[in-house]
T-cell receptor, first 111, second 112 residues
Framework: KNQVEQSPQSLIILEGKNCTLQ??????????LRWYKQDTGRGPVSLTI?????NTKSNGRYTATLDADTKQSSLHITASQLSDSASYIC??????????FGKGTSLLVTP | NAGVTQTPKFRVLKTGQSMTLLCAQD?????MYWYRQDPGMGLRLIHY???????AKGEVPDGYNVSRLKKQNFLLGLESAAPSQTSVYFC???????????FGEGSRLTVL
């Protein structure tokens, strides 16, 4: 069964600190992996997409990594800001278009 | 460019009542989806459409119906609402092959 597991479930960090969110998946055959950011009361917005051949991709202070061999991805946030407080959702697409959602990591950045 | 627009944003229903959620997108996307999001459950697919006039069941379709009469609109209907359908509903759209979903702002539904 295709599954996407995210950890931690929730995280609290101080403003300015770095953090890393994890996504492990069993989806096969793999097509791509996206990280979405969902602000409270809003719909999710795509941050980055990782394909099979990509190891690292950055989007400003967000850096995603992918290890297709171990089926793991991480999202690293550098120099966190209060506006980074949100839920981060990992979505893995199987070939044939089926999308598999993780339950998300809730991040709170405090002053 | 509005993207994906959902109406209404909030609604309270009594058990047994019916209602329709409307989703409209102005990006000329082929695919449209309805998800529900519940605490601790993540986003779950209710129904989706791969083009005008076509619909298909997702992971949790029971108690819901959908229609896609126009390419830009995707309607989600509840014929007889139940308290278990209390949730936040998200509509999304995507181009055929990119996989990136563009979400609406959500519709919060409470069934008493």
């Amino acid at each position: 069964k295709n599954q996407v597991e995210q950890s931690p479930q929730s995280l609290i960090i101080l403003e300015g600190k770095n953090c890393t969110l994890q996504c492990n998946y069993t989806v096969s055959p793999f097509s791509n992996l996206r990280w979405y950011k969902q602000d409270t009361g809003r719909g999710p917005v795509s941050l980055t997409i990782m394909t099979f051949s990509e190891n690292t991709k950055s989007n400003g202070r967000y850096t995603a990594t992918l290890d297709a061999d171990t089926k793991q991805s991480s999202l690293h946030i550098t120099a966190s800001q209060l506006s980074d407080s949100a839920s981060y959702i990992c979505v893995v697409r199987a070939r044939g278009y089926a999308l598999n959602f993780g339950k998300g990591t809730s991040l709170l950045v405090t002053p | 460019n509005a993207g994906v627009t959902q109406t209404p944003k909030f609604r309270v229903l009594k058990t047994g009542q019916s209602m329709t959620l409307l989703c409209a997108q102005d990006m000329n996307h082929e695919y449209m989806y309805w998800y529900r999001q519940d605490p601790g459950m993540g986003l779950r697919l209710i129904h989706y459409s791969v083009g005008e006039g076509t619909t298909a069941k997702g992971e949790v379709p029971d108690g819901y119906n959908v229609s896609r009469l126009k390419k830009q609109n995707f309607l989600l209907g509840l014929e007889s609402a139940a308290p278990s359908q209390t949730s936040v509903y998200f509509c999304a759209s995507s181009l055929k092959n990119t996989g990136e979903l563009f979400f609406g702002e959500g519709s919060r539904l409470t069934v008493l």
